[in-house]
């Protein structure tokens, strides 16, 4: 089992920078890959960025280029730095973690907003 607890969203004005923390316990030893996604409201969730053991990171279209995703696997803590953020940026981020299967963090919102 992996417990998986999101940390550091809220509120951000448009342009802004935000970064969201994950913290792993457990049996984060198993962990192959972790990564982000994200749900707005009266939207389906979609995938924001991941990255393996060996550290390939993978990003989503609209994440290139303004978001980084970072692991400390000593710390078995996972990040993303988000910048420019944007209001369509809106949505609850999930922390989620592969070790055998998909396990997920309850979230932490991020509201983009003047």
Do not use: H
Request: with cysteine; net charge positive.
């Amino acid at each position: 089992q992996v417990q998986l607890v999101e940390s550091g969203g809220g509120l951000v004005q448009p342009g802004g920078s935000l970064t969201l923390s994950c913290a792993a316990s457990g049996n984060s030893s198993s962990i192959y890959a972790m990564g982000w996604y994200r749900q707005a409201p009266g939207k389906s969730r979609e995938t924001v960025a991941a990255v393996t053991r060996a550290g390939t990171t993978n990003y989503a279209d609209f994440a290139k280029g303004r978001f980084t995703i970072s692991r400390d696997s000593a710390k078995n803590t996972l990040n993303l730095t988000m910048n420019m953020l944007k209001p369509e940026d809106t949505a609850v981020y999930s922390c989620t973690a592969l070790a055998g299967r998909l396990f997920w963090g309850r979230g932490t919102e991020v509201t983009v907003s003047s």
